[in-house]
């Protein structure tokens, strides 16, 4: 329910520009709106649990201590004083105290790099997206998204007087065939694979095919579904 097969959605802003992409988000039903709301919601709570162990153990030592107890009351809650003075005032209530508690329990070899793990894990995307933006007259524009949401996509724009040619190739993957839509650009020896990561079925790679050559080539005559 929380991902899908890979699915091709097409737009197309103008009789020029077409985008393809290729996702494993599931059509967005109200239970899935409710369901990736609950996520959201309980990503956000352990993050904000796992940050505030690491300052509990980080409060505990004597720097901190001497910086916490020289807080003052900010101007302005927004500027550096005001987040330590924040900081200070979590640090002495109950739930702060606690978890203070908690995180001294813990080995700092043990707290550390399950705090890093747990960060990494939460950070991650649940979905993939894949896409192909084609611009007629200008190229095309392949885009992947990361797996975390750490980083930014990874782009790469190709000129169209660079571009030799578009075509679906197959090979074996184990004991299956896959087909795939590569892009022949002039000067490298090595094609770009559109689709990487996702290496959706013939069906949708045919349809990426026809509809990218239609709108860089020719005049086009329909709308991909």
């Known amino acids: 329910m929380i991902t899908a097969t890979p699915r091709l959605r097409v737009r197309?802003?103008?009789?020029?520009?077409a985008e393809f992409t290729v996702t494993t988000l599931p059509p967005r039903t109200l239970s899935l709106?409710?369901?990736r709301l609950l996520l959201l919601v309980?990503?956000?709570l352990l993050t904000l649990t796992t940050a505030l162990l690491l300052y509990g153990r980080w409060s505990s030592c004597p720097l901190a201590a001497s910086q916490s107890s020289a807080a003052a009351r900010p101007a302005s809650l927004l500027s550096l004083q005001g987040i330590w003075f924040l900081l200070d005032g979590y640090t002495r209530s109950s739930t702060g105290q606690f978890l203070a508690r908690v995180a001294s329990s813990i080995p700092l070899g043990l707290l550390l790099p399950g705090a890093i793990v747990a960060l990494y894990v939460l950070s991650l995307r649940l979905h993939s997206h894949e896409s192909l933006l084609v611009l007629r007259g200008l190229g095309v524009q392949t885009t992947e998204s990361p797996s975390t949401y750490l980083a930014s996509p990874s782009t790469r724009f190709i000129p169209t007087e660079k571009i030799r040619d578009?075509?679906?190739?197959?090979?074996?993957?184990?004991?299956?065939v896959r087909y795939y839509l590569v892009?022949?650009?002039?000067?490298?020896?090595?094609?770009?694979?559109?689709?990487?990561?996702?290496?959706?079925?013939?069906?949708i790679v045919e349809t990426v095919w026809r509809g990218a050559r239609e709108c860089l080539y020719e005049a086009p005559k329909r709308d991909v579904e």
């Open 42 to 44: 309980a990503r956000i």
């Open 33 to 35: 709106r409710i369901l």
């Open 183 to 203: 892009v022949v650009v002039e000067g490298e020896e090595d094609v770009v694979i559109v689709f990487p990561g996702l290496l959706p079925k013939r069906r």
């Open 12 to 17: 197309r802003p103008s009789p020029t520009t």
């Open 166 to 176: 578009i075509f679906v190739n197959e090979a074996f993957i184990g004991f299956e």
